[in-house]
């Protein structure tokens, strides 16, 4: 039986999604003023800033090892409430995210492709991609009607 997941989904979220979280997470923990001026540029850096950065860390290691782990592993890959439960779950994170982004950069520099230098382009387009294709997950966008169902074997 095929699985109810759609490959793209499974390619977006448990393979590209957590090796952006994975390298956020170490960006975070080895240069913390390269991803400071990337994402939040209008704050500088201090070091006693460091321990949000080891949060933040912890945080994306977090997504990384659901998307990575929970979501490969083999009593969950093809379980659409698991896939729903654990996309709520960062996507809220996300969105939160992705409100610090607009908060630091401003709505001119965010929804404006054009103004972009290449530090915005990559942390935009890595953040929006991901919470795009969840978003069209969690509207069932390619999903199985019976896809609230889990698969059996």
Known sequence: MASPI???YKILITLFEPLLAFSGALNALLSPTTLLSATLPTISY?????PLFTQQAGAWLLLAFH????LRSAEYKDDVR?????L????????F????????????LFFNP??????????VVTTVTPFLGKLCFLAGVGLP????????K
């Open 6 to 8: 759609p490959a793209p």
């Open 97 to 108: 995210y992705i409100s610090s982004l607009l908060q630091s950069m401003g709505a001119g």
């Open 67 to 70: 998307d990575f782990v929970t």
């Open 46 to 50: 201090a070091p006693s800033l460091y």
């Open 114 to 123: 054009a103004r972009w230098d290449v530090m915005t382009a990559v942390t």
């Open 145 to 152: 009607k019976t896809s609230n169902e889990r698969k059996t």
């Open 88 to 95: 709520i779950a960062s996507g809220i994170s996300d969105a």
């Open 82 to 86: 698991i896939w729903r439960h654990t």
